[in-house]
């Protein structure tokens, strides 16, 4: 380029640009702070050049866009205040931190209005944001009007480029500082992540964080590294960062081992010589490293008698706690809320419904002060995915930690059976129905039951119940259910029994099909339940 070109580009660039030569520019400006603004706003001045800028008589104004001007002056400038080579001048309220060089309560106006900076020399520097219609209120185009709590920042701190709404963006506020600093590597708040999420005591977890290289520079291999501390941790450890560019997000896994158990603290910061924002160098989660106060005990995810989706739990903590905070989630995310519940007291049963109502007249001897409603419910699925999996039942405390979760497969499970833990494992429950708030059932020895014949006819055929109990005394419930899990009929209601025991009666009311005798006895070291297939036929002329 020639000596005319070279005059040309330096008069256009100095034509367009918005900060009159030999005085500080605006970088930033804090006019919108969430609730009362008072105290709160400031604008910041910043000098990129060798020397000392001054600003006396400099005069800082505040414009209503609302009409043509309308200024109003806000701070003038001292004999003695001036900017020093490279650093910067702050004007603002009593509560900005840190203390500003010029305490004056602002009253800038929210959008879409401005502000503008005169000098001696008759120029000025005015800064615009939102949608305003009279240019004297902006350079170039105004730029964006930031949400409560965002600042206007000067993106680099040295760009003038004509236009405010190229040259300035939303950032959080940062009085004094720099807006982009030439090298700054950041932890972005709340992606701090354990896998998986409620680890068992030394059980080895990978941690993901993830990093933005904000500074005007990239960042080589190997300069930065970040530093994994905290009690939810067996021990701190340390691992290098590869090369990031400018502008880059990169998400960054390492493997630790998870520490003690109990509600713990992970750290992590990311560490660079010469970062210029240690504000956003750190993350931090809390984790539960071992089992949570409530275990999954049973689900049934399967509803065929209209009580509606219930997850039963168990008070695992060795306390009594209340289950007011705890949450209920599905595989899709969707949490219910438990409601407000008395204190369940150490290994007691509770049950999370969809529904109270139904489930009650369903299960009329339930507790209902142990049957909490749940809303909104996570509706679970009846069929598995892809992966073999149906749904992830999770319970969270309080804190949004994970007390306890199932990962369950629907396949070969009836409808209307639930599945529960027992010895340990997950399977279908050996009771149509489920055995809310009861437990598994225990299987006694000795027991016995019998329906015979096992094919009668229809509208009246004879069947006769035959059992053996491993008890002295009992009482005998016999009921027939159908393939899907429906209840058909009630054979047989509490009835006294000693240990062996004998019933003829008429089957009516039931149609032709494959069915289910279950027979439930209560004896004085818990209940019993036994089944027998029973075939009822369509009766022939």
């Known amino acids: 380029m020639g000596a005319c070109g070279t005059l040309l580009g330096a008069l256009v660039v ?72 490279g650093g910067r001048f702050v004007v603002g309220g009593v509560h900005v931190v840190p203390a500003p060089d010029a305490v004056v309560t602002l009253e800038l106006q929210n959008g879409p209005d401005a502000m503008r900076v005169r000098w001696p020399d008759g120029t000025a520097e005015v800064v615009g944001w939102g949608a305003l219609a009279d240019s004297e209120y902006f350079c170039g185009a105004p730029a964006p009007d930031v949400a409560a709590g965002s600042s206007l920042a000067r993106t680099p701190d040295d760009a003038d480029s004509g236009s405010n709404a190229l040259d300035f963006r939303a950032a959080a506020p940062s009085p004094g500082r720099a807006n982009q600093p030439s090298l700054d590597l950041a932890a972005l708040p ?49 691992f290098t960062l590869p090369h990031m560019a400018r502008g880059e997000t990169l ?43 409530l275990e999954l005990t049973e689900i049934q995810f399967h509803p065929v008698a209209g009580e509606g989706e219930w997850v039963e739990v168990r008070n695992r903590s060795g306390a009594p706690i209340s289950l007011a905070g705890f949450q209920l989630e599905d595989r899709s995310g969707t949490r219910a809320h438990l409601r407000s519940f008395a204190a369940l007291p150490p290994e007691s049963l509770a049950l999370l419904a969809a529904s109270r109502t139904p489930l009650l007249d369903l299960w009329p001897g339930l507790d209902s002060s142990r049957v909490v409603a749940c809303a909104p419910w996570p509706s679970l699925n009846n069929t598995n995915g892809a992966d073999g999996i149906a749904d992830v039942v999770t319970v969270l405390d309080g804190d949004a930690l994970v007390s306890d979760r199932v990962a369950y497969s629907a396949a070969g499970i009836p409808a209307g059976t639930p599945i529960e833990k027992r010895d340990g494992a997950w399977g279908a429950s050996d009771s149509p129905g489920g055995t809310p708030l009861s437990g598994p059932h225990a299987q006694a020895p000795g027991a016995a039951f019998d329906v015979s014949p096992r094919r009668v006819a229809a509208a009246g055929g004879n069947v006769v119940l035959a059992w053996r109990l491993p008890w ?70």
């Open 190 to 238: 709340g992606s701090l992540a354990f896998t998986p999420a409620g680890p068992e005591p030394g059980e080895g977890v990978s941690v993901a964080l993830r990093i933005a290289c904000r500074g005007r520079d990239s960042v080589l291999a190997g300069v930065a590294s970040v530093l994994l501390a905290g009690d939810a941790f067996a021990e701190s450890l340390a």
């Open 251 to 293: 998400l960054v896994t390492h493997g630790a081992t998870a520490g003690a158990a109990g509600r713990r603290v992970a750290r992590a910061r990311v560490e660079l010589a010469g970062d210029g924002d240690g504000d956003d160098d750190a993350d931090s989660l809390v984790v539960r490293v071992g089992p949570g106060p």
């Open 472 to 541: 002295p005394a009992a009482r005998v419930t016999v009921e027939l259910y159908d393939l899907a899990g429906h209840r058909a009929a009630r054979l047989l209601d509490g009835v006294t029994s000693g240990p062996r025991g004998q019933a003829g009666l008429r089957v009516d009311g039931v149609g032709p099909g494959l069915y289910v005798a279950v027979l439930r006895a209560r004896g004085p070291l818990g209940e019993l339940t036994r089944s027998a297939a029973l075939r009822v036929l369509e009766r022939r002329p």
């Open 14 to 85: 100095g034509l367009l640009a918005c900060s009159p030569a030999g005085h500080p520019i605006v970088s930033e400006v804090y006019y919108d702070a969430p609730g009362d603004d008072t105290g709160y706003e400031f604008v910041e001045l910043y000098n990129p050049g060798d020397a000392a800028l001054p600003l006396a008589g400099a005069r800082l104004e505040a414009g209503d866009g609302a009409a043509p001007g309308r200024w109003t002056l806000r701070w003038t400038g001292g004999p003695r205040d001036s900017v020093r080579a």
